[in-house]
């Protein structure tokens, strides 16, 4: 059979038997080239299936290690792994499950000065990331370098699936992230993964999803999420497609500062206080007031014995924050407590320091004993 050898039309048996797939949609994937930003939680699932489909060429763009909490659900990788670049695991990984196939790992962050030669190299791409930042440069890549971007999201029980700037058959290209999201929401109200949970199954359906849409696409097979937004719901199984219109006013020049685009600088600063500050603080008995803006669960795993009072609902309990001495916010690594500062200078607080680094800072560097997660 052209282009497939004996191993491999062994392999790909089932998919040869798929009226309107056989050979043909077969080759075209393995002729495919799919750029993966993200080897985490989405990106496991749609590297496995995309790799065991017979993609031909993957890249792995990850600049992350394996940690115990990625184990959950990064269904990936094993024990075997923590400590090492999530990018090269997967590799390993991924030759392992199916040797016919290329397995490129980028051991680097997908930044404005790399993105468009990695996009252009590529014949789509998918986004297995679980920021703003990265998600609209991903974006403006894919568009700046007519590519196909396959879309995904999760937060606790829900996700979404998309398919962006897909060409269509009058030579045009369908809506972009953009179009769906024309500006990024305020940091204060975008929790990620880590801060507002995830249930480990949920990235497992996403990614899936994410890679199907990526195999109608390459093979050319079935409708793809072009001009819809997917949403799942797995605590109730509730899902629905809603429709995406084209912005006519909506044009993309070139990549931007997407730091700054989604996490405006403030013009007033957020003051800072080590660890080792605040336990000189502590060992000479300086007043101040300890505010943790986790959720209940982690302070039950692990605490510095301040007054729990989550982000969510720090605005409205802000009468508790003492006025007559310093007030110090901490969070797990310091970027929920940023945000929670600058929600109260907005309120017109100013005695506020960050525990710079949170609790993982305390426990590296003052108590070891610690439990961190």
């Given at each position: ?175 972009n992230y953009r179009d769906l999201f024309p500006t990024p929401p305020p940091p204060e109200l975008v929790p990620n993964c880590a801060e507002g949970g995830v249930l480990g ?148 607080l100013h005695n506020l320091y960050n525990l710079e680094g949170g609790i993982l800072a305390w426990a590296e560097q003052i108590d070891p004993a610690l439990p961190t997660y």
């Amino acid at each position: 059979m052209e282009g497939l050898n004996t191993a491999e039309i062994k392999r790909y048996a089932r998919h040869l038997a798929i009226p309107g797939f056989g050979p043909e949609g077969q080759r075209r994937l393995k002729q495919s080239r799919v750029l993966v930003i993200g080897a985490g939680g989405l990106g496991s699932p749609v590297l496995l299936y995309l790799a065991a489909a017979g993609v031909g060429h993957l890249q792995v763009v990850d600049f992350d290690i394996v940690e115990a909490s990625n184990l959950q659900r990064q269904v990936l990788f094993t024990e075997a792994d923590l400590g090492t670049p999530k990018a090269e695991a997967a590799a390993r990984h991924l030759t392992a499950l199916n040797p016919h196939i290329t397995i490129s790992p980028v051991l680097k962050p997908f930044t404005r000065e790399n993105a468009r030669a990695l996009v252009r190299g590529a014949d789509l791409v998918i986004d297995g990331t679980d920021n703003f930042p990265t998600r609209y440069l991903s974006n403006d890549a894919c568009v700046l370098e007519s590519k196909p971007l396959v879309y995904g999201s999760i937060y606790r029980f829900e996700g979404q699936v998309s398919v962006f700037n897909l060409l269509r058959e009058d030579g045009s290209r369908g809506p972009n992230y953009r179009d769906l999201f024309p500006t990024p929401p305020p940091p204060e109200l975008v929790p990620n993964c880590a801060e507002g949970g995830v249930l480990g199954v949920l990235p497992g359906i996403i990614g899936s999803l994410q890679a199907n849409e990526a195999i109608k696409v390459l093979a050319k097979i079935g409708e793809p999420l072009d001009g819809k937004l997917y949403l799942f719901d797995a605590a109730t199984l509730f899902s629905r497609t809603i429709s995406i219109a084209k912005s006519p006013e909506l044009k993309i020049e070139g990549l931007i500062d997407y730091e700054q685009f989604c996490n405006p600088v403030r013009s007033e600063p957020i003051p800072v206080l080590t660890v080792q500050e605040l336990d000189t603080w502590r060992r000479n008995g300086r007043a101040h007031q300890l505010i943790d803006v986790r959720e209940p669960y982690e302070f039950e795993i692990a605490n510095l014995g301040g007054q729990l009072i989550p982000l969510s609902v720090l605005a409205g309990q802000k009468d508790e924050l003492a006025k007559d001495r310093p007030v110090v916010i901490h969070c797990r690594s310091g970027q929920r407590s940023a945000r929670a500062v600058q929600q109260l200078q907005e309120a017109g607080l100013h005695n506020l320091y960050n525990l710079e680094g949170g609790i993982l800072a305390w426990a590296e560097q003052i108590d070891p004993a610690l439990p961190t997660y």
